[in-house]
């Protein structure tokens, strides 16, 4: 069972943009606070933006003021916007909800992979 479903990712030059979008079960989307995470060889999986149901945010510092989190309750989606990508942003990222993954619960995508080349 597909939970959730990454897409928009690719190959940008530093300093370009990418907009990220995420389809999720809406039997998770809609009572959860939902998020992006990203992974890189070699590093462990860290969240990098995540909103609750009513519009708040949270960024990780090494993405605040580039990135943007979005959420559409009608649709179960939500997008992360990346301005002025940076090579270290380079790696698969993956939404989820954030109280879920705290519980342990496995509903892990495919990802979309991000490539930023300098």
């Known amino acids: 069972q597909v939970h959730m479903v990454e897409s928009g990712g690719g190959l940008v030059q530093a300093g370009g943009s990418l907009r990220l979008s995420c389809k999720a079960n809406?039997?998770?989307?809609?009572?959860?606070?939902m998020g992006w995470y990203r992974q890189s060889p070699g590093n462990e999986r860290e969240k990098v933006a995540a909103?609750?149901?009513?519009?708040?945010?949270v960024y990780a510092d090494s993405v605040k003021g580039r990135f943007t989190i979005y959420r559409d309750n009608a649709e179960n989606t939500v997008d992360l916007q990346m301005d002025s990508l940076k090579p270290e942003d380079t790696g698969v990222y993956y939404c989820?909800?954030?109280?879920?993954?705290?519980?342990?619960?496995?509903?892990w995508g495919q990802g979309t992979q991000v490539t930023v080349s300098s």
């Open positions: 989820n909800a954030p109280p879920l993954v705290r519980q342990g619960y496995n509903y």
């Open positions: 809406p039997a998770i989307f809609a009572p959860n606070t």
């Open positions: 909103i609750t149901r009513g519009g708040s945010t």
